[in-house]
């Protein structure tokens, strides 16, 4: 603003002074030099037409005006005697008024159509960059359906092997546990047995994990107490924790009462607890907080392990996709869909080297506190 001031002072100034400076040739030149009068009428036409270039229409009329103003005494009583130079003189004036009007008239209207263009590029900028943003759009709803459809067919094919492999698994466990019972207590074969059964044990989670993912539970609509929740988290937690050596701090806002399923949300904690637990086997430390917002709550629980690489982080979510050797890849699979059925989204914000977060955000219609329960 403060350069664009100053260039406008800056073209006034050198208009004005060239209009003074054609004008004193005129009087300090004497008559009998004609044909130096007749170039320095002619030099009026400078800043004519850069008033119009400068200042549009308005700026051509001005400064024809100024320069005939100028001129016309000198042209009434230098030249009146010389009837013939002063006609030509009297026509010189009409000019530097037309001059002036059409400079700044082809000016205006190229400063017109020059905004014009600039309006235009700004509109299509504008439909470019909502263009931009709705093709985005179809391209993260082409990969939720290509999501879903993939999870619809797991779906099935996980309720098809659960029924086939869950009968199996319990005669399997059955006769193992027999041969346990029949083995004594110092032969080798014992811990044979022992593997087989734990081993069973083990399938039989995976199986559960299928099955929860294959056919979560409705959402009932209740509530529970989020510092309840939290609380049977952390005590089923805490004797893993110790055995890693892993601190666990609590940071929760005011209790209250959330929408949903008190039971799932538990497991969405559970899950997030023992995957930050697993990822710390040499000890660190756990955070779980949560911070109250008018219309949402956010859990989050964070630790300062190893972290999620950056290529891992965008597909974190989807089915059987894990970083531990000994992992399925459907705990944070489920995790997501269950908070998704409780109309909620999580957020992951991890660091590699310096540790994760999950941030669980749950829509509250309405807040109530333990002190103050809806009924």
């Not at 669980?360 to 309405?366: G, Q, S, T």
């Amino acid at each position: 603003m403060l350069a664009s001031k100053k260039t406008f002072y800056l073209r006034l100034v050198i208009i004005a002074v060239l209009l003074l400076l054609v004008t004193s040739l005129h009087y300090m030149t004497t008559t009998q030099l004609f044909k130096a009068h007749d170039i320095y009428r002619r030099l009026y036409y400078v800043p004519i037409i850069l008033g119009g270039i400068w200042f549009a229409l308005r700026g051509g009329i001005m400064t024809s005006i100024l320069a005939s103003l100028f001129y016309m005494p000198h042209v009434l009583f230098q030249w009146q005697n010389n009837p013939k130079i002063a006609l030509a003189q009297y026509l010189e004036i009409i000019l530097y008024n037309v001059i002036g009007c059409l400079t700044g008239f082809l000016a205006q209207r190229e400063r017109q159509q020059k905004l014009r263009y600039q309006k235009a590029a700004e509109t299509l900028e504008e439909s470019y960059g909502k263009l931009r943003d709705q093709a985005d759009q179809i391209i993260e709803i082409e990969e939720q359906l290509r999501r879903a459809d993939r999870l619809s067919a797991l779906g099935e094919l996980s309720a098809g092997m659960a029924h086939e492999i869950r009968n199996p698994l319990g005669s399997i466990k059955g006769t193992a546990e027999i041969l346990r019972d029949g083995v004594s207590a110092d032969d080798p074969k014992l811990e044979f047995a022992e593997i087989l059964i734990r081993e069973v044990d083990r399938l039989n989670g995976v199986l559960e994990d299928f099955l929860c993912f294959a056919k979560p539970a409705p959402v009932e609509h209740g509530r529970f107490l989020l510092g309840k929740v939290v609380g049977d988290v952390l005590d089923l937690t805490r004797q893993q924790a110790s055995r890693s050596h892993i601190e666990v701090k609590l940071a929760l806002d005011d209790d209250i009462e959330i929408p949903g399923q008190g039971e799932q949300i538990k497991q969405v904690l559970l899950n997030l607890m023992l995957n930050a637990i697993q990822a710390m086997p040499d000890g660190g430390l756990i955070e779980v907080s949560s911070k109250n917002f008018q219309h949402e709550v956010h859990i989050k629980v964070s630790d300062n392990g190893p972290g999620i690489a950056l290529e891992d982080r965008e597909r974190i979510f989807n089915p059987f996709v894990t970083t531990r050797d000994s992992g399925t890849g459907l705990g944070l699979s489920i995790t997501q869909r269950i908070v998704h059925a409780h109309e909620g989204h999580i957020v992951l914000d991890s660091i590699a080297g310096k540790g994760a977060s999950f941030t669980v955000c749950l829509p509250l219609p309405f807040i109530t506190t333990k002190e103050n329960p809806v009924t």
